[in-house]
């Protein structure tokens, strides 16, 4: 086995813990959304709390490591779309993170904190399981790019990819419209 072997099957396995985990969370979160589960909902908040602490960031910046030396250990290039394009996935979705997800999760337990479980912080962590369907549309959009590797000349698929990544937005936004009126 080469290093650029040792380095992909770290990535790969990497990607599939990231993506394995949070999609298994965007999938029950909404069970427990939608059957009013408000336990479960909360509970699976703490949880989160704690994978992403364990987890998600320190998988996530594995794969940007390994990602990073297989360009450099490989015939890549950081002038190539696709890495410039998973680059930018990579970019978008730490920042969400941080600039998104970390502020709205400290303000849901803050509201734990004073109040408990009521229905509008049940709502909310609801709110924030919905729009992190947004941020694993880009994570796996990254898959894409990175199985795919289209050029500049790879019209189609990049289209594609912009009009799954635009369909999310807008469902995730519409379904976020109307949940306060289904509630």
């Known amino acids: ?14 990607v599939a813990v990231w993506l394995g985990v949070g999609v298994a969370l965007l999938v029950i979160g909404n069970r427990f959304r939608t059957g009013g589960d408000n336990a479960g909902l909360k509970s699976l908040f ?42 930018a996935g990579f970019a978008a979705t730490f920042l969400t993170g941080i600039l998104v997800l970390k502020p709205r999760s400290e303000a849901i337990a803050a509201d734990l904190q004073r109040g408990g479980m009521t229905d509008d912080v049940a709502r909310d962590i609801g709110s924030m399981f919905t729009r992190m369907r947004i941020d694993y549309t880009v994570i796996g959009l990254v898959v894409a790019d990175m199985v795919l590797k289209p050029t ?21 936004l519409r379904s976020e419209r109307s949940a306060p009126a289904a509630a």
């Not at 790879?154 to 995730?172: E, I, N, S, Y």
């Open 46 to 87: 703490d949880q989160t709390e704690w994978l992403t602490q364990r987890i998600f960031i320190p998988v996530s910046l594995l794969v940007l490591v390994a990602g990073i030396l297989l360009v450099i250990e490989g015939p890549w290039s950081f002038g190539d779309l696709w890495v410039v394009l998973g680059l």
């Open 1 to 14: 086995m080469t290093y650029y072997e040792v380095l992909l099957l770290v990535h790969v396995l990497g």
């Open 152 to 172: 500049g000349d790879d019209v189609g698929t990049l289209a594609l990819m912009a009009v799954v990544l635009v369909a999310v937005v807008v469902l995730v």
